[in-house]
């Protein structure tokens, strides 16, 4: 069992930089690969970035490659998303998850699931 918990949205200026958290809970962690997701209203939930439980292998989504980061720290139970160049269109809620399947983009694989925090991004 994994419990989710995101920290670090709020409102930012076009070019500006946030950095989310996602604190774990539970002893699979480490060996979860971790995924970041966002959702507009009335649009599905998008794919944004992932890690394998080592940080070995990362995957992004086109739209925020060389713009954000994802990383984690194992001993410390969290994963982060450094998000840098923010425009407009990444006005989103942003989710954290887990699974313990491969990296994969599909949130269907994902077994876990933050509350959500929200990025609003001015221009």
């Known amino acids: 069992q994994v419990q989710l918990v995101e920290s670090g949205g709020g409102l930012v200026q076009a070019g500006g930089s946030l950095r989310l958290s996602c604190a774990a809970s539970?002893?699979?962690?480490?060996?979860?690969?971790m995924g970041w997701f966002r959702q507009v209203p009335g649009k599905e939930r998008e794919f944004v970035a992932a890690?394998?439980?080592?940080?070995?292998?990362?995957e992004y989504a086109e739209s925020v490659k060389a713009r954000f980061t994802i990383s984690r720290d194992n001993a410390k139970n969290t994963v982060y998303l450094q998000m840098n160049i923010l425009k407009p269109e990444d006005t989103a809620v942003y989710y954290c998850?887990?699974?313990?399947?491969?990296?994969?983009?599909?949130?269907?694989?994902?077994?876990?699931w933050g509350q959500g925090t929200q990025v609003t991004v001015s221009s």
């Open positions: 998850a887990a699974t313990q399947y491969g990296i994969t983009l599909y949130s269907s694989r994902y077994g876990y």
């Open positions: 539970g002893r699979t962690f480490r060996r979860n690969v």
């Open positions: 890690i394998s439980w080592n940080g070995n292998s990362i």
